[in-house]
């Protein structure tokens, strides 16, 4: 079945550490995406990958660093400089042709500062 | 700036019909889509206009108004299970997609 895996399920982050949350995808996707969802709210858009090898951030990079060196995966890092990470995590993809975007969702990583 | 505004809430009664109204203000847009999220779960796709008019999708349907910057989500014969939260999305250039604060649904007996 294709889709989109994120892992953990549940992550735990002592201060001043930087953890890093795993997305795959076997959609044969070009782009993929990060967001990050607080309590009854939105999605705000952190990092964006429209291809292997290049992203962009998105409206709050700060605090947070990707890669993607692969088709398939697009990691996300939280770093100690993001104050205040606690939060739910969720990566997407869509096929990367403008006019045709329909994102499929990962089922989410939520992160805790302990 | 990007921006996207939609009610924080809306309520609404079995078998009723509730329109979610969206409101956007992008640097290049190619399309407005729609989202449905229940709680603690993943967002999935419902919908997408790129061109103006009404698209139909079962008890639901989208619009778009590409001149007034505006579309809706229009859900008919609501049911129990609607009860979610629902985000209109918009495609601006390079495959960015932003999404709205979300609506909140409620759906009572």
């Known amino acids: 079945d294709g889709g989109i895996t994120q892992s953990p399920k549940y992550l735990f982050r002592k201060e001043g550490q930087n953890v890093t949350l795993s997305c795959e995808q076997n959609?044969?996707?070009?782009?993929m995406y990060w967001y990050r969802q607080d309590p009854g709210q939105g999605l705000r858009l952190i990092y964006y990958s429209q291809i292997v090898n290049d992203f962009q951030k998105g409206d709050i990079a700060e605090g947070y660093s990707v890669s993607r060196e692969k088709k398939e995966s697009f990691p996300l890092t939280v770093t100690s400089a993001q104050k205040n990470p606690t939060a739910f995590y969720l990566c997407?993809?869509?096929?990367?042709?403008?006019?045709?975007?329909?994102?499929?969702f990962g089922q989410g990583t939520r992160l805790t500062v302990v | 700036g990007q921006s996207l505004e939609q009610p924080s809430e809306v309520t609404a009664v079995e078998g009723a019909i509730v329109q979610i109204n969206c409101t956007y203000q992008?640097?290049?847009?190619?399309?407005l889509s729609w989202y449905q999220q229940h709680d603690g779960g993943a967002p999935t796709f419902l919908s997408y206009?790129?061109?103006?008019g009404l698209e139909e999708t079962g008890r639901f349907s989208s619009f778009l108004s590409r001149s007034d910057s505006y579309g809706y989500l229009l859900l008919q014969e609501l049911q129990m299970k609607d009860s979610a939260s629902y985000f209109c999305a918009v495609e601006g250039g390079y495959n960015k997609l932003i999404f709205g604060a979300g609506t909140r649904l409620a759906v009572h007996p």
């Open positions: 992008t640097s290049g847009f190619y399309g």
């Open positions: 959609l044969n996707h070009d782009a």
């Open positions: 997407a993809s869509t096929v990367g042709q403008t006019g045709n975007t329909e994102a499929f």
């Open positions: 206009n790129a061109l103006d």
